[in-house]
């Protein structure tokens, strides 16, 4: 039915970086790069979710170039999940062992950088059942391009020489996203969405990952 599967990453393939770990990770990217005791709120302000108009704020605030800043908050962001992957605190989910009888190709979009995507998907041997994965550079360009923007979904679906494709995700911006790029979208069901409302209705609803071999077929 489909030629490609298009995969997030974080909530998807493996568990969620806990929002406290970003936090500290958006902290630390002020200290480095000079500001010592920022304002609690406009940490939290860069810690997720963040869009150029408030990144540009926020740094306009400490008079800080925000190409660096950014720059350096996602190589903090980035080590810090690496960590909580080396350590044990983020980990794939049991059914990642399914991709294998997916009878698609496959790829990853996420938001988060791609360093950490990479990192993510080497560490825990996931690299060999995708043919291209995508995430953030380190750039504040990168933030208009995150989802629902189609833009990295688009690169991969022509790097997947797709016709048909499904995008699976655990939000709703990963339903817009693939509404945005036309095709179809699994919305996954993870503990953490078990109660989720959707305003934009997916093609499918999933319960975990074993679903997708009988919308998908098995290899």
């Known amino acids: 039915m489909y030629d490609a599967v298009v995969f997030d990453n974080d909530g998807v393939l493996v568990g969620r970086t ?94 988060n950088q791609q360093a950490t995507v990479d990192f993510v998907l080497d560490h825990f041997d996931l690299s060999a059942h995708f043919e291209t994965a995508y995430g953030r550079e380190p750039s504040v360009a990168s933030l208009s391009r995150k989802k629902p923007s189609p833009y990295y979904l688009e690169r991969a679906l022509e790097d997947l020489e797709a016709d048909t494709a499904l995008f699976v995700g ?10 945005n790029a036309g095709i179809d979208s699994a919305f996954i069901r993870r503990p953490h969405r078990r109660d989720t409302e959707l305003s934009r209705q997916p093609t499918y609803e999933v319960e975990d990952l074993h679903d997708l071999v009988s919308i998908c077929g098995r290899r």
């Open 18 to 111: 806990p929002y406290e770990t970003l936090q500290k990770a958006a902290w630390d990217a002020f200290e480095r790069v000079g500001v010592e005791d920022p304002d609690l709120a406009h940490v939290e302000d860069v810690a997720v979710g963040v869009s150029p108009a408030d990144l540009n704020d926020v740094c306009e605030r400490y008079d800080i170039d925000p190409t660096e800043f950014w720059r350096v908050r996602d190589e903090v962001a980035s080590e810090a999940q690496v960590d909580d992957a080396t350590s044990g605190r983020k980990t794939p989910y049991d059914d990642v062992g399914v991709l294998g009888d997916i009878d698609a190709r496959l790829g990853v979009v996420s938001s």
């Open 170 to 179: 655990d939000n709703e911006s990963d339903v817009e996203a693939a509404d």
